[in-house]
């Protein structure tokens, strides 16, 4: 195998940690443009590779993906707050996990869900006037969590629930934005950022066990189709399961956890850069109008009406590509593996930012274009698999992937024929970086009736 892959030169004990904490956007750029296909760099004591070809983030996700876990660090903080969900469960157990929540997932379902997402998009339009100005990532989130809440969890959220979530998902956040010093700082030390996490997290705890408990008992019941089979969201599959001996409380938490969390965060986060981006190109935004226009004539948007959202559904993986909710994703290698040329030794990080491999020139013509036509013309084709990641990919890929992207599209088609969204906030924003990328400023937008 090749020498050490080069990179950044880091300070004694925290390494290149500084320079990412203080914009990870930046450092990763930087390192991709400087280092090419692998750069290595230290993460306080992580050994950390940074992959950026496609070929090899194929290899990781897909084709040796059995040689990977998810990196032992996730193990702390993170492991708290998501336990052994989906997100970061392993090996068989992880496997059977899966197998019993994918029909939660399945079209054949979410198809019967878009009804109740239109009428939730409706009634936050209710709230809306012609000139106001509204933070429109708050307004996605809130909207998205009743959705998520009623998907998955098989009931209805209360506005005060809404807002404690949204309340104590700010320090839980924070909790997890780089820093160069944390890794010196164990969890159960009384630091303000400590305690601040941990009552965030109790906070949302409460409101997950409420749900639940709310739920027990009915899991039995006649779902909502003539059939009258019993309700398929994942809550009551878990509680089914656990009734049998196969799930314990603690298996409950951590699904639901991780399903109100990551089930609502990204889907907020894509239509928050899509609304600024349609508002930044008023061409695209018209285009997008025309479509709804001309497919819904007036009325409101219904299942089978996402099938002719071609241009829709290529805005929002333009949007997904220039600000991809997760921007990179970890792996840690279970034995020494080879990636573009260089041994990369058991136990290190490996990382695969999407961010920097989705504004590449070397997959991207014109990269930092918003451009939609891109995944409607011959480029979609010339492009390597991997070269567009913004769920993942191989066996871990997001569970949630066709919900989220059904809810953007059916959200879209609702509010575009009503509203316009004119972005009013500062200019340029900045990005934050925690276990998902947030604009650090708030979203400001103006609502222009159509």
């Not at 390192?31 to 990781?60: K, Q």
């Not at 990636?339 to 695969?352: D, E, I, K, N, Q």
């Not at 991997?386 to 599209?409: D, H, M, N, V, W």
Request: aromatic fraction near 10%; hydrophobic fraction near 40%; charged fraction near 30%.
């Amino acid at each position: 195998m090749s020498a050490e892959p080069p990179g950044p030169r880091g300070l004694p004990v925290i390494g290149n940690t500084g320079q990412y904490a203080r914009d990870p956007f930046s450092f990763i750029t930087a390192c991709a443009e400087a280092y090419g296909d692998v750069a290595h760099f230290e993460l306080g004591p992580i050994d950390t590779y940074m992959i950026t070809n496609p070929a090899d983030i194929e290899r990781v996700l897909l084709t040796d993906s059995a040689t990977y876990r998810k990196p032992k660090f996730q193990d702390d903080a993170i492991g708290d707050l998501l336990g052994d969900g989906l997100l970061l469960g392993e090996g068989e157990r992880w496997r059977k996990q899966r197998d019993l929540a994918q029909p939660a997932f399945l079209m054949s379902r979410l198809s019967g869900l878009s009804e109740m997402m239109v009428e939730y998009t409706e009634e936050m339009l209710a709230g809306w006037d012609d000139g106001d100005v509204v933070n429109v990532e708050l307004e996605m989130a809130r909207i998205t969590v009743k959705i998520i809440v009623e998907a998955m969890f098989g009931a209805t959220i209360d506005d005060e629930r809404v807002r404690i979530l949204q309340e104590n998902l700010e320090p839980i956040g924070a909790r997890f934005e780089p820093n160069p010093f944390r890794f010196a700082i164990p969890d159960w030390a009384p630091t303000r950022e400590n305690r601040d996490y941990r009552r965030a997290l109790s906070a949302i705890e409460e409101v997950v066990w409420d749900l639940i408990d709310e739920r027990d008992g009915t899991q039995y019941d006649d779902g909502d189709d003539a059939d009258g089979e019993q309700p398929m969201d994942l809550l009551s599959i878990l509680l089914r399961a656990r009734d049998e001996g196969e799930q314990t409380d603690e298996d409950l938490r951590d699904e639901m956890v991780t399903m109100l969390l990551a089930g609502h965060d990204t889907t907020a986060l894509t239509l928050t850069y899509t609304w600024y981006l349609l508002s930044e190109h008023p061409e695209v935004e018209s285009r997008l109008h025309a479509e709804f226009d001309d497919l819904l004539g007036g009325r409101l948007p219904t299942f089978a009406d996402v099938r002719g959202m071609e241009y829709t559904e290529a805005v929002l993986q333009e949007a997904m590509r220039l600000y991809p909710p997760v921007y990179t994703i970890f792996r840690e290698p279970q034995v020494d593996v080879r990636l573009g040329g260089y041994r990369v030794p058991a136990g290190s990080a490996v990382m695969l930012p999407q961010w920097a491999v989705h504004r590449s020139e070397r997959y991207w013509d014109a990269p930092l274009t918003f451009d939609p036509d891109r995944w409607l013309d011959e480029r979609a084709d010339e492009r390597p698999r991997f070269a567009y990641f913004p769920f993942g990919g191989g066996p871990r890929f997001c569970i949630g992937k066709q919900l989220s992207l059904l809810e953007a599209r059916l959200i879209l088609g609702t509010t575009c024929p009503r509203y316009r969204l004119e972005y009013v906030g500062e200019e340029p924003f900045d990005l934050r970086g925690s276990l998902t990328m947030h604009p650090r400023q708030p979203m400001e937008m103006r609502v222009v009736e159509r």
